[in-house]
């Protein structure tokens, strides 16, 4: 074989992956702190926006520091989430027995965490860090309980990424010590919406860890009280009423990212459905005795990416949008976020599918790439890009959200198949690494050790990879492969033939240092509520794989006397293990197979499980499981890379002056913008005196005060942060002004928090407003 020489090209890769290298070294070991090492604040409570007796024509831009601060003390968490803490005891709500259907609790809460300084989790691109606010994060819980109280299940659908392990276990650890064993790991599913614009940092195996580049405490811990409030709430608020479910198609919004993996499956099987996704949307309508509204969960299969990986705002995509409009439109009167009913457009098998409608195309030609490759001709994978239906971003958030939107509320308002039956939950961990799975009577397969495959680094048409991977590639590559031994050691030959045919990029599975790199400890968990059964999926299903799995559940329940249920996918439950994909899926390692972590036979190897779990609950022979092997709960985690610093006032400026004021008149469709003097954003989540960055607010002249319209969970609200250099930074707040806006007089308001720090003294978080002039809003 003739010499390889490098190219250029080559060469600097070589030299920015030894660098990269030596930071990561660095941080493994230099970095090393206890995650338990926290800032803790007193919430102050929320801010009351109390009516200002002014006029509008004397108002002038302010701005107002608080002179109360927040002084941050260390606290050390308990070493493991596990132990048992004291219980707290905690009155129940008292519960009315003589009826039909079950108790029912909703709540939401904010868990939104940082919004600057902080990767946003989902597309893995180096530099995609949150600069912002588009609308908040919230967890929705839903209790259901039957009506003599003795049995009950918790479904909480959070606007995040995925629910990491590390959540979950330190979740279940503070329900344990205020209900004792009221809620617990088999009656509680956490369920990630999957929004790719959400903050990272909050995980605890080293992939994560690095992808996030660093633990962030502060937002683990806001998303970890998020949704404990929103159990909470849904906790207090329960009362009898009644459940129904419905089910209809969504047309148009989704495409199979990955459909020459789909033909890989039997055209048998194929042939059984009309699509290469699944269409099927599922609701659950959940109303008082007396038919009032209380609250939805659908389930349908979608991606939220139709925010791409160009965006630097927080939000909660397409599936989240859907929720505003119903929550708004059922909560009318109340501001986003606010108001009693829930409504949570839950994850299913998307594991393969896209909002990006439009399809994979050459950004540089137009020409359709949509091969089995993903590759253009001039540029390669790179330039091979998915689109969605609008003319941005914003706009197919909208398109896809409010299709997802107008379908769930027909389907809520036909409910008319009442769920009945007893509540029944199962669950296990489960070394997913050491599974024995039966192909039939006589061979046997096994799981495998994780590991990630080569077409795992190209990313999919969604958002590509940044090295120019290529998905499909079944053959390692020397130069990669050199640059991975030399820096993580060589994958052992047992890895390496289980795994096949993936070439493998990361051997992650025996990587261990500082943490292991992936889980071995998954949970699988079903619930059920009569003729419903909710599987907790701990990552992404593809569609056939969703397909599988629900018809063999189905299949076990029947075996056992419990037919025509109902089986949903619930993905991105508890613990997050990447994609799974069918077997055959596997066999073409494009990219949701290269991340199929577990081996050829994972699929299988869920099926095994939860069929287990189902006949466990048909057969009435739950407490009869084995508990399983318990997952840890690393107690020393990397730090984030970026520090702390105080913010900084131009000279002759405070914080919340405004540099750059609104124009004197608008109409609707335009944008009002005000540019203020700002200060980090992450402080706010530290010191919460204000639950908003923003408000737009109008003049009512009958009461001669000032009313809110909007704030940052509004969509047509954006907040930007513009980070400067030595502590110095702008705030932008836009309002995209609605074609509902009424005429009148307006003001925007900007709340945020500075850090302030003097020699030898404890950092101190301060509050601050500021107050834009005045202006008008026309509609001609």
Known sequence: MAKRTFSNLETFLIFLLVMMSAITVALLSLLFITSGTIENHKDLGGHFFSTTQSSPATQGSTATQRSTATQHSTATQSSTATQTSPVTSTPEPPLFQNFSGYHIGVGRADCTGQVADINLMGYGKAGQNAQGILTRLYSRAFIMAEPDGSNRTVFVSIDIGMVSQRLRLEVLNRLQSKYGSLYRRDNVILSGTHTHSGPAGYFQYTVFVIASEGFSNQTFQHMVTGILKSIDIAHTNMKPGKIFI??????????????????????????????????????????????????????????????????????????????????????KGYLPGQGPFVAAFASSNLGDVSPNILGPRCINTGESCDNANSTCPIGGPSMCIAKGPGQDMFDSTQIIGRAMYQRAKELYASASQEVTGPLASAHQWVDMTDVTVW????????????????????GTIDGVGGLNFTQGKTEGDPFWDTIRDQILGKPSEEI??????????????????????????????????????????????????????????????????????????SGLCNVYTHYITTYEEYQAQRYEAASTIYGPHTLSAYIQLFRNLAKAIATDMVANLSRGPEPPFFKQLIVPLIPNIVDRAPKGRTFGDVLQPAKPEYRVGEVAEV??????????????????????????????????????????????????????????????????????????????????????????????????????????
């Open 675 to 780: 540019i203020f003097v700002g200060a980090n954003p992450k402080n706010s989540v530290q010191n919460q005196t204000h639950q908003t960055f923003l408000t737009v607010e109008k003049y009512e002249a009958t009461s001669t005060s000032w009313q809110i319209v909007c704030n940052d969970a509004s969509w047509e609200t954006r907040f930007y942060w513009h980070k400067g250099l030595l502590g110095l930074s702008n705030a932008t707040v836009e309002w995209h002004i609605p074609d509902t806006a009424q005429p009148g007089i307006y003001r925007i308001r900007y709340f945020g928090h500075n850090r302030k720090q003097e020699i030898l003294k404890p950092a101190v978080i301060l509050s601050f407003e500021g107050t834009s002039p005045a202006f008008e809003v026309v509609t001609t």
């Open 246 to 331: 419905n089910k209809g198609n969504v047309d148009g919004v989704q495409i199979n990212r990955s459909p020459y993996s789909y033909l890989q499956n039997p055209q048998s099987e194929r042939a059984r459905y009309s699509s290469n996704t699944d269409k099927e949307m599922i609701v659950l309508k959940m109303v008082d005795l007396n038919g009032g509204d209380l609250g939805l969960i659908s389930w349908f299969a979608i991606h939220p990416v139709s925010m791409n990986n160009s965006n630097h705002l927080v939000n909660s995509d397409n599936v989240g949008y859907a929720s505003y409009l119903l929550e708004q439109e059922k909560n």
């Open 496 to 569: 390496k033939e289980c795994q096949k045919p993936k070439p493998i990029l990361l051997h992650t599975g025996e990587l261990s240092k500082p943490h292991p790199w992936h889980p071995d400890i998954v949970d699988v968990q079903i619930i059920t509520l009569g003729s419903l059964a909710i599987t907790a999926i701990p990552g992404e299903f593809t569609t056939m794989s969703g397909r599988r799995l629900r018809e063999a559940v189905q299949a076990e329940f029947a075996s056992h006397g419990m037919r025509n249920m109902t089986v949903v996918i």
């Open 439 to 458: 192909l039939n009577s006589t061979h046997a397969a096994k799981t495998c050790k994780p590991a990630l495959g080569y077409s795992f680094a190209a």
